[in-house]
């Protein structure tokens, strides 16, 4: 391959790139809570950088504080949804790190006093996700929260086959 036609197809591949802007708050490092180790301060606010993002971390690694530090430093209507045993385990996990989550059932325990919130996979189809300024779900999806569809046009990913309630409210702009 000449280097004109390899400069060409490198072009053409960068051309390609999927650049990720940030859409997120800039946190300082002091904002985030000490009882984190570094690691975890770092995700947290890459996460707050991001504003959208998914992270993917080993058995262990401390996931639920990670979510729980982000949901406070994002400061906006939180619905947190998991598994029933991750949902209850979180609340108890949170309190260790000053953080008060409830577990509710459907949209009519959401109470404006409050921002952050959790509730499992099976109780989803009782919530407008619309209301919520952050969704996050967390892993070990049941089977039939396995499927998303991501729409390019309006940058939303969209839950299909929990429940076609929350699906076209969750897809809402």
Known sequence: MSEIA???YRNFISSKRIVSRNKGIDVPLAAVNPILFPFQRDIVRWACAKGRAAIFANTGLGKTFIQ?????LMGRNTLIVAPLSVARQTVREASKIGIDVRYVRNQGQVTPEHNIWITNYEMLSHFD????????MRAALP????????DSTTKRVTLLSVSSTFSSRMSRP
């Open 6 to 8: 390899l400069n060409n």
């Open 129 to 136: 996700a619309s209301i919520f300024g952050v969704v996050m």
């Open 143 to 150: 089977a039939a929260a396995q499927d998303f569809c991501f």
């Open 68 to 72: 729980l530090e982000w949901a406070r």
